[in-house]
């Protein structure tokens, strides 16, 4: 519900995590009450920034709430409590900022904002008022009457283009010390005009008109009087009870009624109930996201144990997801079945089985036959041809790749891989979905691998050609560390679990029996071929779920990485074995073939179609990889190196590697060199291919 961490060594960033608006529910102002304790009670810490997840600071007091009886800290003492601390706080303000989030914004002691936040108070629309300090506060800071933008009028302290809670960590690095006395609006005097009584009554009597009957308005402008004649510790009381006479009244009810009438309305959804097969850590993540929102779940698996496992499982994580979200959990909405039969109903099904070609055509062929001809059969599939499958059914515009990231029930993207022959209601449909469950759905096309992994095999590739001419894991992540990313490849292939990319590279004949005895040392299929890390799973050494990896780890499922004088030893040995002799490799070139070989992939998928625009590829990559955002993304970091270094440094390492495709410079890169490099939002009009989806 809010994220404490601390930031530059000295700031406490408080970020709210309860989407999709981070609405201040109870759990919300139980962790903000918590985190600002340890804020403020903690030496090290010198000042505290709070800003919201997902580019939202606050949408206000959680309504749904104001249905039952009020639990959880009450927030007029949490917000006079912010104010009056001893430590500069400051708010980093994107997306909204409305009503109670604008109240927790103006008891902190500056306000950042970014130039297309909105602030404000709507609970007039509610049938409410401001009733945290909201109408004291603000008149305080603005005076009566006021218009014009937020920065002129003194709400905000700067207001900026870039990342909000960024700017907002400097700003309160330059806070510290400096007093704070002024900065605290509730001790503001209101600036009133002369005739303010002339002013309220005509404001009165415009109100009357316009909404006859209706209460709350009127009370704001009681707020209004209040703030300008009393002092705060009055004032704030007459909000209180204005507030107290509103809350419960029929108008509010109503009106409350009416805002989630109106998004309840907007909801047509096909799905209502879905099926979930296999329930490994990836289904039974998908299981919790689909329940989350509120659609009924089948589960199903092949076997009783594992049936047994899967259920305890997944009960487990509701019940965690819902105490953390301060809701109940939903295990009604729940059934576990070994049968596939108990499909025939449901209206989506997605397909979780392990990744193997024949099972899932197998899984296809079967829920053809028992689902109802409209449910849209779903693949889980990380790579796997979603029409091949689409094609064993009797409903091929029906398929849709639904591609999640682990664990699922906590990352943010999802990829829908568009088959050539799935139709647009069924893309529509699991793009809707994938928003419903709060997802950040980017509609991909079907070819391996898709866009995330993909792109992924080529920026790994370096990696490990780096590792065969001279450096070390910790050398190469600490690099890429350095660049931003909060874990360089090998760690994050450690976490992500080494085993998969070797099956897939044994299923793709690049390992294992399948390959050709003719081939020379260190190349596969016609290309180069780095055999470290086959060697590295040889050995059992599968990442931090055994214990050691490319690194070593205290335990099996530790995360503390220390380099490993194993793998020192193996890299060793490799090159002597093959006769490389290790070059000290600079961080320059570790970034640039790493990150250069990246995007150019994306410039490949852009020219294949398989991505409709540049921004996607780096949504996916901000999402989906933890790309640093400050960089923008592999698409738009490449147009800030600028797309003819990029080319030029393509070309200069294809020289030097002319058995590595990969660096071999893409024709749409050159085509955007040639053109006079347009913005990245233009380089849709250079492309010529394009899947009839995207
Ligand atoms: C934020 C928006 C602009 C976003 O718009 P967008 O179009 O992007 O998205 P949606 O509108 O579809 O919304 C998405 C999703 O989020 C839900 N949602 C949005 N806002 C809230 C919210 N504030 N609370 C809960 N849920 C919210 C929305 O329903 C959608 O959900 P779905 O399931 O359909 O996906 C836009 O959403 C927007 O404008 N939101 C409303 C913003 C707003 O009005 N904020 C003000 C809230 S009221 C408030 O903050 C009050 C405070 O001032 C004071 C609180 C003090 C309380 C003290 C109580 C004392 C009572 C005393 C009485 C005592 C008497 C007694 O003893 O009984």
Redesign the pocket.
Known sequence: MARYELVKRSVALITLTNP??N?SSSAVRHAIAKSMKCALSDPEVTAVVICGENG?FC??????EFAGP?KGP???PLLDAIEAGEKPVVAAIEG?A????F?LALVCHYRIAHSKA?LG???V??G?L???G?TQRLLRLIGIPAAAISLKLGIVDQVTEQNACEVAVEFALRAVAKPLLSRRVSMLTTRCPPDLDALLDAVTMQVKKKAPGVMAPLACIQAVRAAATMPYYKGIKRE?EL??TL??SGQAWALQYC??AQ??AG?WTLIRSAAVIGLGTMGRGIAVCLARVGISVIAVESEKKLLETGRQMVIGMLERDAKRRGVSASLNLFKFTLSLHDLKDVDLVIEVVFEDMALKKRVFQELSKVCRPATLLCTNTSGLDVDALAGVTDRPHLVVGMHFFSPAHVMKLLEVVCGPRSSSETIATAMSLGKRMGKVSVAVGNCPGFVRNRMLKPYIDQATFLLEEGATPEQIDKALEDFGFAMGVFRMSDLAGLDVGWRVRKESGLNGSDVDPESPPRRRQGRRYCLIPDMVCEQGRFGQKTGGGWYMYDKRGGTNAKPDPLIQNLLETYRSKYGIQPRNISNQEIVERCLFALANEGFGILEDGMAARPEDIDVIYLFGYGFPRHRGGPMFYASMVGLERVLKRLEHYHQAHPDVPHLKPSPLLKTLVACGIPPVQKWREHIKTMHSHL
């Open positions: 999709p608006v609405a939202s949408g206000g007091a959680d309504i749904r009020l009450p927030l007029v909204v409305l009503g109670g989030g109240e909105r108070f709507p609970e629309t509610l409410i401001p009733a945290a909201g209180g507030m107290a809350f419960n805002f989630f998004r309840t909801k």
